[in-house]
């Protein structure tokens, strides 16, 4: 497991867990990453930007310094 944050731009995963507070579990968990979801990492932007993340239908983005509580491994 790695974190979200140095995931390979371009692939696609799943989250394995979720290690943040309760109140931000909660606000990911409405945009569906929880764990066992699948996701696609579309983009990263420069200069340690932030990463943009789709999951299902859902495109959304997030700070690198959240995205490393984001535990993921790659599917292979």
Known sequence: MRGLDVFPIGCHGIVEQLEMSDEAYRR???FGLVPGRHFYLRQG????????LEIGATRF?????LASRVLVRTLA
């Not at 932007?45 to 943009?52: D, R, T, V």
């Open 28 to 30: 990911f968990a409405a």
């Open 45 to 52: 932007a420069p200069f340690g930007g932030p990463l943009l």
């Open 61 to 65: 983005l997030i700070r690198r310094s």
